[in-house]
């Protein structure tokens, strides 16, 4: 069984930087593509940015393009999540979740989830 344990978090100013972390244990890293997804209150929960298991390919989502990056180290079955200049809107549960290409593109396994809190 494939889990997820989520770091990182919090609450900060507007302009301000997060990163989230998400290391993976039970199962083949390295085969997953990784993804954060984010919900907000009375929103549905949305694709944030992915990566590729080759870490060749990154997805970002229009409204965090050139200010969140995702990340991975295959060595430390971890995803990262930098988030810069950080906005209000940004304000939501952050989740981490794995793709192992069972059937692409849909995420087989879930982090609890992690706050972020963008107070303006």
């Known amino acids: 069984q494939v889990r997820l344990a989520q770091s990182g978090g919090g609450l900060v100013q507007a302009g301000g930087s997060l990163r989230l972390s998400c290391a993976a244990s039970?199962?083949?890293?390295?085969?997953?593509?990784m993804g954060w997804f984010r919900q907000a209150p009375g929103k549905e929960r949305d694709l944030v940015a992915a990566?590729?298991?080759?870490?060749?390919?990154?997805f970002y989502a229009d409204s965090v393009k050139g200010r969140f990056t995702i990340s991975r180290d295959n060595a430390k079955n971890t995803v990262f999540l930098r988030m810069n200049s950080l906005k209000p809107e940004d304000t939501a549960l952050y989740y981490c979740?794995?793709?192992?290409?069972?059937?692409?593109?849909?995420?087989?396994?879930w982090g609890r989830g992690t706050q972020v809190t963008v107070s303006s």
């Open positions: 979740a794995a793709d192992d290409s069972t059937v692409p593109g849909v995420y087989d396994y």
């Open positions: 039970g199962g083949t890293f390295s085969n997953y593509t």
């Open positions: 990566i590729h298991y080759s870490g060749a390919s990154t």
